[in-house]
């Protein structure tokens, strides 16, 4: 229910990501409701649409189709902001900038980021054009919360336009120390950028700490506990904002109840069955990306078969690898690179009847997902470098009855919360292959410790209230000019 502002709806909550929170729909599809689209599966959509809902709200975000215009719609009660980009906005803007520049700067540079001016342009007029339709949206005095890396020069184009605004920023993926971030050529920029906000959030205390760095090296800002302070061209201060870590969460409520639903309980046996009742099944589900460490959980895993520690028939990895930004040179590497390595692990190791590696390039809708939490022993989350990495998250609250072990690498977000998986670095080969197969003989009271510890923190930190206490602590934020 928005009030008409000559002609566009003005909102008093807006949310923006790259991405709107709907995916196209064939009709008959899964989740298919007549209209075309279907909500996308994940938390953060779970969190905000009861907001939007409730306090006159509207999601702005790319709808996915390149060159595509379509005009604002709602959906599932949420009224959606479409922000079109043309084939080259999505080839320089988010394959470049965002995918191929920021993404493995963020992440320790796993890959070599690249660096080009004209992606830079592009990602400059993009983020103008999502600022821009904010601009044309916002109620007076409106809240906007702008997620993610894509974005990070909204929060100051939104401050130049419309001092009225509320302004927060949530950075979903891991950023950088300064020694890293020293490489971007635009560094100036994009830290300006996300000083336009009141208050910049992080999965992880880390994370907040290397951006307030930054702000003090490539900005001259002063830094007071989690207050950074940005001076005007005669050092007065002209705007304070707070970074701070809220790590995000999943939807408990959604995945409990999946878990004790006893079609997917069926599901899961079925599975086992499938794979031939093997003693142990071990998981690894991730988009297909070389920040998850894939390759090294495939070199422990196969070194294991090959000392004869694991056997064939005893005990069988499912990785589930969804396709992700399939058009990014890395990607497409690093997806032959994982295919090669499968496919001679199973030409080596299979039998007839048993499979050493069952790999999925697919996705799956969220009840295969919990019924695969449902039928492994072993969950491996193995990557290198991850914001948080919800499917830890999500494998632990599907296990009702606290078996199951997780192993956990520490460069994941998540290991600040789940202290009682069995952490991990996975760059240690022979340390991953130790953790492996301490996670497939761990004694059932052992593991049970573990299992309800970690469940009884997830419980009580849902996304619910990730949303809430950051969207507190903006509201909360309060400007002090006690310098
Ligand atoms: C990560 C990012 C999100 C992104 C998602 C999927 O989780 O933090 O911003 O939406 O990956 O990637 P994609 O490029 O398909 O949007």
């Given at each position: ?378 969950m491996l989350v193995t990557a290198l470098r991850d914001g948080m990495n919800l499917v ?82 903006l509201n909360e934020k309060v400007v002090r000019d006690d310098s």
């Amino acid at each position: 229910a928005a009030s008409s502002h000559s002609t566009a709806a003005t909102y008093d909550f807006m949310v923006v990501s790259n991405r709107l929170p709907v995916d196209r729909c064939a009709p008959g599809e899964s989740g298919d409701d007549g209209s075309g689209w279907r909500r996308s599966p994940g938390g953060l959509v779970t969190a905000l649409a009861p907001m939007m809902t409730k306090t006159d709200g509207a999601w702005v975000g790319w709808h996915g189709a390149p060159d595509e215009t379509v005009e604002p719609f709602s959906h599932g009660g949420m009224d959606l902001v479409p922000v079109q980009l043309s084939n080259d906005d999505v080839e320089l803007y988010y394959e470049g900038f965002s995918n191929a520049t920021l993404w493995p700067l963020y992440h320790d540079v796993i890959a070599p980021p690249e660096f080009h001016r004209t992606w830079w342009d592009a990602y400059r007029r993009v983020n103008q054009r999502f600022a821009d339709a904010v601009v044309r949206h916002a109620g007076q005095g409106a809240t906007v919360w702008v997620q993610d890396y894509q974005l990070q020069l909204v929060p100051r184009l939104l401050r130049q336009a419309r001092p009225d605004l509320r302004i927060g920023f949530f950075n979903h993926i891991p950023f950088p120390p300064p020694e890293i971030f020293a490489q971007l050529p635009w560094r100036q920029a994009i830290i300006d950028g996300l000083m336009g906000a009141d208050l910049v959030g992080f999965q992880r205390p880390s994370d907040a700490g290397n951006f307030m760095r930054s702000a003090r090296r490539f900005l001259g800002a002063s830094v007071k506990q989690q207050q950074v302070h940005v001076k005007g061209k005669y050092g007065e201060i002209t705007h304070i904002a707070r970074a701070q870590a809220f790590p995000i969460s999943i939807d408990v409520a959604q995945i409990s109840e999946l878990a004790h639903n006893p079609e997917i309980i069926e599901r899961a046996r079925q599975i086992r069955q499938d794979l031939g009742n093997p003693k142990t099944i071990l998981l690894g589900v991730d988009r297909l990306d070389y920040t998850k460490g894939i390759r090294h959980r495939l070199k422990a895993f196969e070194e294991l078969l090959n000392e004869g520690k694991l056997t064939v028939g005893d005990a069988t990895l499912i990785q589930v690898a969804s396709p992700s930004r399939e058009r990014v040179e890395q990607y497409r590497l690093l997806r032959e690179e994982i295919e090669g390595t499968v496919g001679h692990i199973n030409g080596t190791y299979d039998t007839i009847q048993n499979t050493a590696v069952r790999y999925l390039h697919h996705s799956y809708p969220v009840e295969e997902m919990v019924a695969l939490y449902l039928a492994a022993d072993v969950m491996l989350v193995t990557a290198l470098r991850d914001g948080m990495n919800l499917v830890a998250k999500e494998y632990v609250t599907a296990r009702k009855d606290n078996d199951g072990a997780l192993v956990l690498s520490e460069f994941a977000g998540a290991a600040d919360q789940l202290k009682q998986a069995l952490l991990m670095n996975p760059h240690d080969i022979d340390g991953l292959k130790d953790t492996i197969m301490r996670a497939v003989d761990l004694p059932p009271k052992d593991a049970a410790r573990r299992m309800r510890s970690m469940r009884k923190q997830i419980l009580e930190h849902d996304v619910d209230h990730w949303s809430a206490d950051f969207l507190a602590a903006l509201n909360e934020k309060v400007v002090r000019d006690d310098s």
